[in-house]
Each structure stands twice: as C-alpha cells, then as structure tokens.
C-alpha cells in the first residue's frame, strides 16, 4: 500500500523552528517530485515548495523564501522541509504529496499530485 506520512509538527513560538519529514512506504520516492502544501482554517490549500525527482530543482511560494528549505534524502525514502523564523501566519495544516515524474526537473507547486499524506498540525504562537 503506497502511504506518505508526515511528522514533525507540533506548538512552537514566533521566530522559532521546525522541521518536517515525509516518509514513504509501499514505494520509493526516486521517480516522484515531492511537494509541501498547506492549509490553513477557512483558507484554500496552498503550495509550500517542491522538490524534483532529482532533487535539483526546488521551488518555494513568496511566502516562505529565505525561510523554508526542502530536501530529499532517496535512501531513507523521505523528504524533509526545514522551517525558520516561523511566524503566525504560517499555521496550517501540512500535508506532502508525491507525483510519479519522467522529468528529472519536474517540481510543480500546484495540486497535480496522485499521493498524499494525512497531514500534520503546526501552530505558531506565543
């Protein structure tokens, strides 16, 4: 059965940091571009970032430059985002998602994804 879970979210203060990772299982990642998306109460699901099948291409929203970083780590089969100087507006619920890709480049930010995990909560607040 193929499953993306997500781990790492959890109550942290403005400014402070987190870290998420996607697992896969049922399947490996090598030929899937992996994206983060969120959504926030009442708001529509957002593109965070994705990352290629290779791991050469990423792409952020405005919203999280200079503070998010994606990475994949293939052997372990799993993707991580790195999040710094969260602030407020960053809560959400987090969801990754996996596309099967023959494009080494392919990382689209948009929901054109086949898999995805169940999510995971993150709160910034003081």
């Known amino acids: 059965q193929l499953q993306l879970v997500e781990s790492g979210g959890g109550l942290v203060q403005p400014g402070g940091s987190l870290s998420l990772s996607c697992a896969a299982s049922?399947?490996?990642?090598?030929?899937?571009?992996i994206g983060w998306f969120r959504q926030a109460p009442g708001k529509e699901r957002e593109g965070v970032s994705c990352?290629?099948?290779?791991?050469?291409?990423?792409n952020y929203a405005d919203s999280v430059k200079g503070r998010f970083t994606i990475s994949r780590d293939n052997a372990k089969n799993t993707v991580y985002l790195q999040m710094n100087s969260l602030k407020p507006e960053d809560t959400a619920v987090y969801y990754c998602?996996?596309?099967?890709?023959?494009?080494?480049?392919?990382?689209?930010?948009?929901?054109?994804?086949?898999?995805w995990g169940q999510g995971t909560q993150v709160t910034v607040s003081s």
């Open positions: 990352i290629s099948r290779s791991g050469g291409n990423t």
């Open positions: 049922g399947f490996t990642l090598d030929h899937y571009a």
């Open positions: 998602a996996a596309k099967f890709t023959v494009f080494q480049s392919m990382c689209p930010m948009k929901d054109a994804y086949e898999h």
